[in-house]
């Protein structure tokens, strides 16, 4: 694999998960009440437990998805063009 391609797979990744985090938050803010009497059958939290759990898991993916998608394809896309990976074992 070269890094033009592993690139392209690292864009893809980053694409990918930007738009589940989006509808992720969709949800959270447009259907809010249904996820929480959803949630509720199972677990027992208040309302503001409920937005915070969330709250933290959207701000953990969204640092995750910065971290291990979008850092190493600018790292790679600093590197430039033309380079290959050394080979693995």
Same mark, same amino acid.
């Given at each position: 694999?070269? &890094? /033009?391609? &592993? %690139? ?12 589940? &985090?989006?509808?992720? =938050?969709? &949800? ?9 009497? !959803? ?6 939290? /208040?309302?503001?437990?409920?937005? =915070? !759990? ?7 993916? %969204? ?11 600018? =790292? ?14």
């Amino acid at each position: 694999m070269d &890094l /033009t391609d &592993l %690139k392209g797979a690292l864009l893809w990744c980053t694409l990918f998960n930007y738009l589940f &985090l989006l509808l992720w =938050a969709g &949800l959270f803010i447009l259907a809010r009440d249904w996820m929480y009497r !959803l949630h509720g059958r199972w677990f027992r939290l /208040t309302p503001q437990t409920f937005d =915070a !759990l969330h709250y933290a898991g959207l701000a953990f993916y %969204k640092v995750t998805i910065l971290f291990f998608n979008l850092v190493p394809w600018l =790292a790679l896309s600093l590197i430039g063009r033309g380079h290959s990976l050394p080979p693995c074992g």
